[in-house]
């Protein structure tokens, strides 16, 4: 699985304006609708709130995976938003996050989502590609940074 297959350069916001995790989240459900058929915002939102609250999504290292599922998206979907200022996201190692991928998919889609999650994980284990990311200035350029290492890997 390819990320730039699914996530665009549309889907991508940077700077993000919110400084809370209820704030990111919904600016991030917000990008996603304005790019993406959403049949209900809420839902998705909610989705996303609920799978946060087993266990933040904040994986450490200033990075935060927000990932729910619902039938709100008939698809796999992908957005990203880092914002220059840390938020609380009550990540695993106690630190602000500022880089979000965010990844939605309907009830029945089990596949592409772990495919995306395990992609995603790889990606930012490494340490110059997620301090790229985290320095990146436009969505133009993280996607360049996606594509340049996905096809790295072809």
């Avoid at 699914?6 to 704030?23: C, H, N, Q, T, Y």
């Amino acid at each position: 699985m390819k990320l730039t297959e699914v996530l665009s350069e549309e889907m991508i916001k940077i700077p993000l304006a919110a400084r809370d995790k209820e704030g990111v989240l919904q600016e991030l459900v917000e990008v996603v609708a304005a790019n993406k058929p959403v049949a209900d915002k809420g839902a998705l939102l909610k989705a996303i709130k609920d799978r946060e609250k087993l266990m933040s999504t904040g994986v450490g290292k200033g990075i935060a995976i927000p990932h729910g599922k619902t039938n709100a998206v008939k698809d796999l979907v992908i957005a990203l938003g880092s914002t220059p200022v840390g938020v609380d996201f009550g990540a695993l190692d106690g630190e602000p996050v500022r880089l979000f991928f965010f990844l939605a998919s309907p009830l029945d889609v089990f596949g592409p989502h772990v495919r995306a999650l395990a992609k995603i994980s790889r990606l930012l284990n490494q340490d110059a590609i997620r301090e790229a990311l985290l320095n990146a200035k436009s969505s133009k350029e993280v996607f360049d940074i996606l594509r340049t290492e996905e096809e790295k890997e072809e």
